[in-house]
Nanobody, 121 residues
Framework: QVQLVESGGGLVQPGGSLRLSCAAS????????MGWYRQAPGKQRELVAA???????NYADSVKGRFTISRDNAKNTVYLQMNSLKPEDTAVYYC???????????????WGQGTQVTVSS
């Protein structure tokens, strides 16, 4: 089984920083794209940032210049460095990864359990 486990969430004041981590484990042949999504109360889940296996990144307009996504392929881990946090960043953040479990088969989407980020004074 493949598991994605997020960590690093918590309570932070506006203007503060947090770094989220997501580690994939289990039977993994290869990992393609990885990303972070978030869902605030009463809102749809939205893409925050994504990174391809080659390192190409994509960010939501609302976080450009403040958040940085990166990955460590040797550790099967993706990170989200969040700076200059705003109250509107408050949400549950979910890790996502496209993972090939069996060689030659198409990748499948896996999701972490989510980690709460709360930005408040």
């Amino acid at each position: 089984q493949v598991q994605l486990v997020e960590s690093g969430g918590g309570l932070v004041q506006p203007g503060g920083s947090l770094r989220l981590s997501c580690a994939a484990s289990g039977s993994i042949f290869s990992i393609y794209a990885m990303g972070w999504y978030r869902q605030a109360p009463g809102k749809q889940r939205e893409l925050v940032a994504a990174i391809s296996s080659g390192g190409t990144t994509n960010y939501a307009d609302s976080v450009k210049g403040r958040f940085t996504i990166s990955r460590d392929n040797a550790k099967n881990t993706v990170y989200l460095q969040m700076n200059s946090l705003k109250p509107e960043d408050t949400a549950v953040y979910y890790c996502n990864a496209h993972i090939v479990v069996v060689a030659g088969r198409a990748p499948y989407d896996y999701w972490g359990q989510g980690t709460q980020v709360t930005v408040s004074s």
